[in-house]
């Protein structure tokens, strides 16, 4: 089992709680990627879909997909555009559809679209949304709404805000939980 943990927009790998989360999975013997995507120069579905092409090899039916905010919305289009099942997604403070916020232009490309949802469900064995109650970012209806189109619980997590560095997450120990309970004790 590996897994691939997507940053999100003006992000990069070492923010937030991914080198905490790729340090706690490395220690128990798994391989973990996070990758550098072009943001916010250049960003699109279109670059990001190139420069994740250079870890094709890494996905499979083992492979477990993190994506944090603007993580999510690709991780549903790579599902959707890609012919690989993989193990997982967990979807963290994410969305799926335009948002009407500062970010707006930046997300166009990932989320200005109807998604096939089936096509999404059929291409990853367990969905997992995250979502904090007060994300000043994305709405928690507009997580329930997709935790509801995958046919997966919402974990909420109280008073969390974006679930990044700003709301004091260098660690997550509730995802590194959730993670453990659900895909590495089956």
């Given amino acids: 089992m590996n897994f691939i943990i997507i940053h999100g927009i003006y992000g990069h790998p070492q923010e937030n709680w991914f080198p905490w989360l790729k340090n706690e999975l ?3 013997g798994y391989e973990v990627i996070v990758p550098k995507f072009p943001t916010p120069i250049n960003q699109s579905l279109e670059n990001w879909l190139k420069a994740i092409k250079k870890y094709e090899d ?6 477990v997909l993190i994506g944090h905010s603007l993580g999510t919305p690709f991780v549903l289009n790579y599902l959707e555009q890609s012919n690989k099942k993989i193990k997982a997604a967990f979807l963290v403070a994410g969305y799926h559809k335009l948002l009407n916020n500062e970010f ?4 166009k490309t990932f989320v200005y679209k109807e998604f096939d949802w089936e096509k999404i469900k059929k291409s990853c064995g367990r969905f997992f949304v995250i979502a904090s109650d007060n994300d000043p970012y994305i709405p928690l ?5 997709m935790a509801n ?5 919402l974990k909420i997590v109280h008073n969390g805000g974006h679930l990044n560095l700003k709301a004091g997450f260098d660690k997550f120990p ?3 939980d ?7 004790e089956k």
């Avoid at 890494?58 to 492979?63: Q, S």
């Avoid at 189109?149 to 619980?153: A, F, G, S």
């Fill in 26 to 28: 490395e220690s128990k």
């Fill in 58 to 63: 890494k996905i499979n039916d083992e492979t």
């Fill in 104 to 107: 707006y232009e930046l997300n």
């Fill in 141 to 145: 209806d507009t997580n329930k709404e």
């Fill in 149 to 153: 189109i995958l046919n997966t619980e």
């Fill in 174 to 176: 509730f995802l590194l």
């Fill in 178 to 184: 959730l993670i453990s309970k659900s895909v590495l």
